[in-house]
Nanobody, 123 residues
Framework: QVQLVESGGGLVQTGGSLRLSCAAS????????MGWFRRAPGKERESVSAISWNGDSIYYADAVKGRFTISRDNAKKTVYLQMNSLKPEDTAVYYC????????????????WGQGTQVTVSS
């Protein structure tokens, strides 16, 4: 069992930065692939980024490549999403999730989900 708690969301202007954190409970965090997803108003949930349990494999959606960076600290049981050059279209609720797979890019591949943190980018 893994419980996930996101933090770091907020209101930022276009071009600004935010760093999301996802703190996990449970003894086996280091064996889970982790992902970040988002859901914008009126839109379906989409995958943003993912990282394998050992950090060797990383995925970014095309919309965030070059602007977002995912990382993890297994000792702290935390995964991060550094978001730079934010745009209004990045406005969404951001969720972190854990998968027992090496890495996952689809929501259906994930076993545990956080409650989400709101990110709002003003124009």
């Amino acid at each position: 069992q893994v419980q996930l708690v996101e933090s770091g969301g907020g209101l930022v202007q276009t071009g600004g930065s935010l760093r999301l954190s996802c703190a996990a409970s449970g003894r086996t965090f280091s064996s889970y692939g982790m992902g970040w997803f988002r859901r914008a108003p009126g839109k379906e949930r989409e995958s943003v980024s993912a990282i394998s349990w050992n950090g060797d494999s990383i995925y970014y959606a095309d919309a965030v490549k070059g602007r977002f960076t995912i990382s993890r600290d297994n000792a702290k049981k935390t995964v991060y999403l550094q978001m730079n050059s934010l745009k209004p279209e990045d406005t969404a609720v951001y969720y972190c999730a854990a998968t027992s797979r090496f890495i996952g890019t689809a929501g259906g591949e994930y076993d545990y989900w956080g409650q989400g943190t709101q990110v709002t980018v003003s124009s």
